[in-house]
């Protein structure tokens, strides 16, 4: 190929490497149209890109052959979206723009194209907007228009993850907190899990690599052995399957230092008691019209051999996720005393759950029944939400988030009809998925023929039927009874619409408030009295002062109310701002909190997150509220460091793990108080059998001495476990 000059020979010979690997990677249906589609998209992005360096130094055009990839060889898509992945930030990056890709490459590549440009130039209401939410929101508007662009978006995302070193920490934190929050939940949606896993697992390397690095570390210290238990507990398994006719692959897998340590932190497990950080997977290699028959003959052949946990047994043959996952998890008792995790399923569904939603459509979209699989139904679910939803782009990227995160399950209509919905979800869920003004009259179902409130919470398999009423009407109370965006969106425009039937009313009765206290009825004043209700505008103002829930006497305490909060002065903190050229800002200059959902001590990584008239948050980085802010508001990190002193106390907190037996208690006391003359904030005592659980919360200066006091506890004859939790931790 033919390349421009600001590319050195050797970068040359890579390229060409690259686009080779491009091509055998691309194992769909291809013509010569398609190729040379792919090939001139290549060349084009190549020069496109001739001038511009990553971070690390090497030739632009390298991210997007990468991207492509991805796109051809873990998601297995084809030439639109290959050509759409090369080309995916020529007209962010260079002067060609949409209507150039369109006349060259074609209008369905430029849509792609289109929605995967960021948004540039837009003139937010206020200054705390987030640009990054505004982001996700057209990525969700693109699930309803053309699922190619976040499938593109997702493989962009995993090479830019897996080439963060370059970059500058507080990017790292904010390009792997963004991801964690919704790129890595959004390919678990939409079914792929080998995505999903790398994802995370390079997320947790960016924000808490001391906890990667330390389970790392013990994952080679029982590799071997873990390894050599599952070949013991797979070889009869073998040589049954092999005899009754099974084809077979048996698997050991293991699990990655994120899925490790969110059972770690989930559970308040160390790594010694999961059980399945190492799992067995047995890949059934036969006919599409016996699989599932092949996948339950299989379980049977465990069953020979070892006793199972029929509590932990998860059937997703009968019930398929929504991105169409399918398979039996099974746990088993080896011979040497420990439950081991198995997983049995077909090359199919192995297929569908490495590549998700691009296999899934290829093995059923010749299904007349399309219309009702589950996926289908997300989609749709996604489309209708994005067209009703009108709220800001934050409060529609935390509703989606629900969706996003949560299992499934399924319920029954009283016809019989099969529904999908997250796990969590209330007899006011599945009213407002069947229809809005069902959901904004329910008043309750009955569920399995027996009568329940509409904040009931759903079983698999439950069937419902809804029960309305005329006088029933949507409430802001309503909210506390759904987990699914789609209801929280239709329950949120029926209140909007209830709510302005008493506009008129409320109006003139504000009115009148007004003259009394001779103030100019005023949009702007109206507004003010509203914000300083805690309302969201004047239509909710119209309906509280209406219904009398604002009286008069409110109104003018509210309008006579000229008090406002003082500002915090912490100190002993240095913030180094990316606008601030390097130079060092004390604390006091710019003003911070030290924010009690994580209770960041000195010696602790801390990261600084910023808000107009605000003071800096000071956060934890593996914090999940941190997290979250840093997914929306990434532009807003800085750079944050202690300085130590020794004059200023922080709030820590542990839960220790003890037997339950006279004297721990006062050698507990003693430790704490008597040696270290700690200053107790709080100890909450809890014992269960043999074992009892305390929660103390003390004051310490710095990460050494509270690493120092945790050596001492866990040295107790009677301690089995300390752990450093957030103080509003429930224990």
């Given at each position: 190929?033919?390349?421009?000059?600001?590319?050195?020979?050797?970068?040359?010979?890579?390229?060409?490497?690259?686009?080779?690997?491009?091509?055998?990677?691309?194992?769909?249906?291809?013509?010569?149209?398609?190729?040379?589609?792919?090939?001139?998209?290549?060349?084009?992005?190549?020069?496109?890109?001739?001038?511009?360096?990553?971070?690390?130094?090497?030739?632009?055009?390298?991210?997007?052959?990468?991207?492509?990839?991805?796109?051809?060889?873990?998601?297995?898509?084809?030439?639109?979206?290959?050509?759409?992945?090369?080309?995916?930030?020529?007209?962010?990056?260079?002067?060609?723009?949409?209507?150039?890709?369109?006349?060259?490459?074609?209008?369905?590549?430029?849509?792609?194209?289109?929605?995967?440009?960021?948004?540039?130039?837009?003139?937010?209401?206020?200054?705390?907007?987030?640009?990054?939410?505004?982001?996700?929101?057209?990525?969700?508007?693109?699930?309803?228009?053309?699922?190619?662009?976040?499938?593109?978006?997702?493989?962009?995302?995993?090479?830019?993850?897996?080439?963060?070193?370059?970059?500058?920490?507080?990017?790292?934190?904010?390009?792997?907190?963004?991801?964690?929050?919704?790129?890595?939940?959004?390919?678990?949606?939409?079914?792929?899990?080998?995505?999903?896993?790398?994802?995370?697992?390079?997320?947790?390397?960016?924000?808490?690599?001391?906890?990667?690095?330390?389970?790392?570390?013990?994952?080679?210290?029982?590799?071997?052995?873990?390894?050599?238990?599952?070949?013991?507990?797979?070889?009869?398994?073998?040589?049954?399957?092999?005899?009754?006719?099974?084809?077979?692959?048996?698997?050991?897998?293991?699990?990655?230092?994120?899925?490790?340590?969110?059972?770690?932190?989930?559970?308040?497990?160390?790594?010694?008691?999961?059980?399945?950080?190492?799992?067995?997977?047995?890949?059934?290699?036969?006919p599409l019209d016996v699989e599932k028959i092949q996948c339950w003959q299989t379980f049977g052949v465990l069953t020979m051999f070892y006793r199972p946990n029929n509590a932990k047994l998860r059937?997703?043959?009968?019930?398929?996720?929504?991105?169409?996952?399918?398979?039996?998890?099974?746990?088993?008792?080896?011979?040497?005393?420990?439950?081991?995790?198995?997983?049995?399923?077909?090359?199919?569904?192995?297929?569908?759950?490495?590549?998700?939603?691009?296999?899934?459509?290829?093995?059923?979209?010749?299904?007349?029944?399309?219309?009702?699989?589950?996926?289908?139904?997300?989609?749709?679910?996604?489309?209708?939400?994005?067209?009703?939803?009108?709220?800001?782009?934050?409060?529609?990227?935390?509703?989606?988030?629900?969706?996003?995160?949560?299992?499934?399950?399924?319920?029954?209509?009283?016809?019989?009809?099969?529904?999908?919905?997250?796990?969590?979800?209330?007899?006011?869920?599945?009213?407002?998925?069947?229809?809005?003004?069902?959901?904004?009259?329910?008043?309750?179902?009955?569920?399995?023929?027996?009568?329940?409130?509409?904040?009931?919470?759903?079983?698999?398999?439950?069937?419902?039927?809804?029960?309305?009423?005329?006088?029933?009407?949507?409430?802001?109370?309503?909210?506390?009874?759904?987990?699914?965006?789609?209801?929280?969106?239709?329950?949120?425009?029926?209140?909007?619409?209830?709510?302005?039937?008493?506009?008129?009313?409320?109006?003139?009765?504000?009115?009148?408030?007004?003259?009394?206290?001779?103030?100019?009825?005023?949009?702007?004043?109206?507004?003010?009295?509203?914000?300083?209700?805690?309302?969201?505008?004047?239509?909710?103002?119209?309906?509280?002062?209406?219904?009398?829930?604002?009286?008069?006497?409110?109104?003018?305490?509210?309008?006579?109310?000229?008090?406002?909060?003082?500002?915090?002065?912490?100190?002993?903190?240095?913030?180094?701002?990316?606008?601030?050229?390097?130079?060092?800002?004390?604390?006091?200059?710019?003003?911070?909190?030290?924010?009690?959902?994580?209770?960041p001590i000195p010696g602790d990584d801390v990261v600084a997150i910023s808000f107009p008239n605000q003071p800096l948050q000071i956060h934890r980085p593996d914090c999940p509220?941190?997290?979250?802010?840093?997914?929306?508001?990434?532009?807003?990190?800085?750079?944050?460091?202690?300085?130590?002193?020794?004059?200023?106390?922080?709030?820590?907190?542990?839960?220790?793990?003890?037997?339950?037996?006279?004297?721990?208690?006062?050698?507990?006391?003693?430790?704490?108080?008597?040696?270290?003359?700690?200053?107790?904030?709080?100890?909450?005592?809890?014992?269960?059998?043999?074992?009892?659980?305390?929660?103390?919360?003390?004051?310490?200066?710095?990460?050494?001495?509270?690493?120092?006091?945790?050596?001492?506890?866990?040295?107790?004859?009677?301690?089995?476990?300390?752990?450093?939790?957030?103080?509003?931790?429930?224990?």
């Amino acid at each position: 190929m033919n390349y421009p000059d600001t590319y050195p020979k050797e970068e040359q010979l890579e390229m060409d490497r690259l686009y080779d690997v491009l091509l055998e990677s691309w194992t769909g249906k291809k013509d010569s149209f398609d190729i040379e589609l792919v090939k001139k998209a290549y060349e084009f992005a190549a020069f496109a890109h001739k001038d511009a360096r990553r971070k690390s130094g090497e030739p632009y055009i390298f991210h997007p052959i990468a991207v492509a990839i991805i796109v051809a060889k873990d998601i297995g898509m084809g030439p639109t979206s290959i050509t759409s992945a090369l080309l995916h930030d020529v007209v962010e990056d260079t002067e060609y723009t949409e209507e150039y890709i369109a006349q060259e490459f074609g209008p369905k590549v430029a849509r792609v194209v289109k929605g995967l440009t960021k948004l540039s130039g837009i003139d937010f209401q206020n200054s705390i907007e987030s640009i990054q939410a505004e982001n996700y929101r057209k990525i969700v508007n693109s699930l309803s228009e053309d699922i190619r662009v976040i499938l593109v978006k997702l493989a962009d995302r995993l090479h830019n993850m897996r080439t963060l070193d370059s970059m500058a920490h507080h990017k790292q934190l904010k390009i792997a907190s963004e991801t964690l929050s919704f790129y890595a939940p959004l390919a678990y949606r939409l079914g792929l899990y080998a995505i999903k896993m790398e994802l995370e697992n390079l997320c947790l390397k960016y924000i808490n690599p001391q906890v990667y690095d330390s389970i790392s570390k013990q994952l080679d210290n029982i590799r071997k052995s873990k390894i050599k238990e599952l070949e013991e507990f797979a070889a009869p398994i073998r040589e049954e399957l092999e005899r009754v006719g099974i084809k077979a692959e048996i698997k050991i897998l293991e699990r990655t230092q994120s899925g490790i340590w969110e059972r770690m932190h989930k559970f308040g497990l160390s790594l010694e008691e999961i059980y399945d950080v190492f799992v067995l997977r047995i890949v059934i290699d036969c006919p599409l019209d016996v699989e599932k028959i092949q996948c339950w003959q299989t379980f049977g052949v465990l069953t020979m051999f070892y006793r199972p946990n029929n509590a932990k047994l998860r059937d997703w043959l009968s019930f398929p996720k929504t991105n169409g996952y399918e398979s039996i998890h099974a746990v088993f008792m080896s011979k040497q005393g420990n439950w081991i995790e198995t997983q049995i399923r077909t090359k199919k569904m192995e297929l569908i759950a490495e590549r998700g939603i691009m296999a899934y459509l290829k093995y059923y979209k010749q299904d007349n029944n399309a219309a009702e699989n589950s996926l289908k139904l997300w989609l749709d679910n996604v489309k209708d939400l994005t067209k009703s939803d009108d709220s800001s782009a934050i409060e529609f990227l935390s509703s989606f988030k629900l969706d996003l995160f949560n299992d499934e399950i399924f319920v029954f209509t009283p016809k019989g009809e099969m529904k999908c919905l997250p796990k969590g979800a209330t007899v006011l869920d599945f009213a407002y998925m069947i229809h809005s003004e069902i959901g904004n009259h329910c008043v309750g179902a009955n569920v399995n023929k027996k009568l329940t409130k509409m904040n009931y919470v759903l079983c698999m398999g439950d069937q419902v039927e809804i029960i309305t009423s005329a006088f029933q009407n949507p409430q802001d109370q309503h909210f506390d009874y759904l987990v699914t965006s789609l209801a929280k969106s239709r329950l949120k425009a029926g209140i909007k619409d209830y709510k302005r039937t008493f506009k008129e009313k409320g109006k003139a009765t504000l009115q009148e408030f007004f003259q009394r206290l001779d103030v100019d009825f005023s949009r702007q004043n109206r507004n003010v009295l509203a914000e300083k209700a805690g309302l969201a505008g004047r239509i909710d103002l119209y309906y509280n002062v209406a219904l009398e829930k604002l009286s008069f006497d409110d109104v003018e305490k509210l309008l006579d109310d000229k008090h406002s909060a003082t500002p915090n002065s912490l100190i002993k903190i240095i913030a180094n701002s990316k606008d601030a050229k390097a130079s060092e800002k004390e604390g006091d200059d710019l003003g911070y909190t030290i924010s009690t959902c994580c209770n960041p001590i000195p010696g602790d990584d801390v990261v600084a997150i910023s808000f107009p008239n605000q003071p800096l948050q000071i956060h934890r980085p593996d914090c999940p509220k941190a997290i979250s802010l840093m997914s929306q508001f990434g532009n807003n990190i800085v750079k944050a460091k202690w300085q130590f002193s020794d004059d200023l106390a922080f709030m820590a907190t542990l839960k220790i793990t003890a037997v339950n037996k006279m004297g721990f208690g006062s050698d507990l006391f003693s430790t704490l108080s008597g040696k270290f003359k700690l200053d107790l904030y709080s100890v909450k005592m809890q014992s269960e059998g043999g074992m009892v659980d305390a929660t103390v919360s003390f004051y310490v200066n710095n990460l050494k001495q509270l690493e120092t006091v945790i050596s001492d506890i866990e040295s107790m004859s009677l301690v089995n476990k300390v752990k450093r939790i957030e103080r509003n931790v429930e224990s």
